[in-house]
T-cell receptor
């Protein structure tokens, strides 16, 4: 596609439910990132995929968070047993190569609200 | 650990005013430095970058110079427009990740 696509754009869920957020990166981009944007907190790195390498999960805030990337393309971020503090905008980004040399292209995000 | 600190907003200016948004960083080694911008209703996009000391990144009238001696990467524009109203994020790369500051919201009044 023309850009990074995320779905759904908005998700309202009840505390304790599981949610899945989807990201379609730009075709051919080997690197894929998930960030979380909370009010007043800026962008928090969550997880990074690069090609077929093991993902860098160092930013995941708890074991309730997980992500996978199938076939080197589409990625799904799963949050189990959601809590109110998980409410935020979840952003996906992709890049052609390493971010030192290539820019990140961001999706429009998924606004998650946990009631 | 590596981090970015930028001035808190919101910053409100009149059209044609001079803009400075301060950004300082803490990092081991020599990271690349970036400014990303988020316009209302749009996704984040790269505004400019600098990859080594004394480099100047520039785009759309904005400039920032990589100052190793002061560990700074301040964003400047000589004459802002209403269309520059957005949230601006200073960032650096650590390994293959981008570390962002908290963002500065800019309002330009006509």
């Amino acid at each position: 596609g023309a850009g990074v696509s995320q779905s759904p754009s908005n998700k309202v869920t009840e505390k304790g439910k599981d949610v899945e957020l989807r990201c379609d990166p730009i075709s051919g981009h080997t690197a894929l990132y998930w960030y979380r944007q909370s009010l007043g907190q800026g962008l928090e790195f969550l997880i990074y995929f690069q090609g077929n390498s093991a993902p860098d999960k160092s930013g995941l805030p708890s074991d309730r968070f997980s992500a996978e990337r199938t076939g080197g393309s589409v990625s799904t971020l799963t949050i189990q047993r959601t809590q109110q503090e998980d409410s935020a905008v979840y952003l996906c980004a992709s890049s052609l190569g390493t971010v030192r040399d290539e820019k990140l292209f961001f999706g429009s995000g998924t606004q998650l609200s946990v009631l | 650990g590596d981090s970015v600190t930028q001035m808190e907003g919101p910053v409100t200016l009149s059209e044609e005013a001079f803009l400075t948004i301060n950004c300082t960083y803490t990092a081991t080694g020599y990271p690349s430095l970036f400014w990303y911008v988020q316009y209302p209703g749009e996704g984040l996009q790269l505004l400019l970058k600098a990859t080594k000391a004394d480099d100047k990144g520039s785009n759309k009238g904005f400039e920032a110079t990589y100052r190793k001696e002061t560990t700074s990467f301040h964003l400047e524009k000589g004459s802002v427009q209403v269309s520059d109203s957005a949230v601006y994020f200073c960032a650096l790369n650590r390994d293959d990740k981008i570390i962002f500051g908290k963002g500065t919201r800019l309002h330009i009044l006509p």
